[in-house]
């Protein structure tokens, strides 16, 4: 997205919330943080004479989109979100579907097993209640082990077929945990675990309050061109 923008000359800024140590840099002005809520946020896009906003943010960061909401209908600037599409179970999948991180512990079997925990590292606390042998793959180093006697693996997708099948194997993956992201940087370890028949629970999208969406840069394009008065 930021990158389309770059090349069509539109003046823009990104906005990180700044979990990661080093986010992938962008070919825009950037700023990091959070703005202070609805309020905050309302307050950034008038005083920065914002125009159009965005939303790109993770489909899990739910907060986030429904400030965005809230302060572009309060503000009076147009809103679009760009979501990826969900994914979808396909022949060979087995997955059980859950509603959120509390759901997907109680989802695990009681026996221990080799868990491949691939939701990042901001819902973690919970799975410490089930005593399982846990596989993490994050972005950056933690400070302390996320989860007691974890094996933790620090990359930054996107990610291959070939590489999650052969981490899985190294480390004998028996359950896979995800979050719906969508998307296709993240959907190996759910092609992996099909290709190793083994089930995946699946954790759904929060809800976020009605707003426009588009699903591709392409959509957002047009709309920003169509909608959003030029000068």
């Known amino acids: ?68 909401v809230a302060a572009c209908e309060a503000a009076g600037v147009p809103l ?32 221990p ?11 973690l606390t919970p799975f410490a209640a089930a005593a399982h042998h846990y596989l993490l793959r994050l972005v950056d180093p933690p400070e302390a082990p996320p989860l007691p006697g974890a094996e933790v ?14 981490l899985m194997r190294r480390v004998g993956t028996e359950i896979v945990v995800s979050k719906n992201a969508g998307g296709s940087g993240a959907s190996a370890k759910i092609a992996a675990a099909r290709v190793l028949g083994l089930p995946v629970i699946m954790i759904d999208r929060p809800a976020i309050p009605a707003r426009p969406c588009a699903g591709s840069v392409a959509e957002v394009m047009g709309w920003l061109h169509q909608s959003v008065p030029a000068g």
């Open 153 to 166: 693996v620090i990359d930054r997708g996107p990610f291959t077929l070939e590489g999650d099948l052969a």
């Open 113 to 123: 097993r080799r868990v491949f925990l691939a939701i990042g590292r901001q819902n």
């Open 80 to 111: 679009m979100a760009l979501e990826r599409p969900a994914w979808v179970p396909e022949p060979g999948d087995r997955w059980t579907r859950v509603p959120d991180v509390a759901a997907a512990v109680a989802a695990l079997p009681e026996a």
């Open 1 to 68: 997205m930021a990158q389309a923008l770059a090349a069509a000359g539109v003046e823009a800024v990104y906005s990180y919330a700044g979990r990661t140590a080093a986010p992938v840099a962008a070919p825009l002005p950037m700023r990091i943080g959070g703005f202070g809520g609805v309020a905050g946020l309302v307050a950034y896009l008038r005083a920065e004479g914002i125009r159009a906003v965005i939303d790109a943010t993770h489909p899990f960061a739910a907060q986030m989109s429904a400030h965005a």
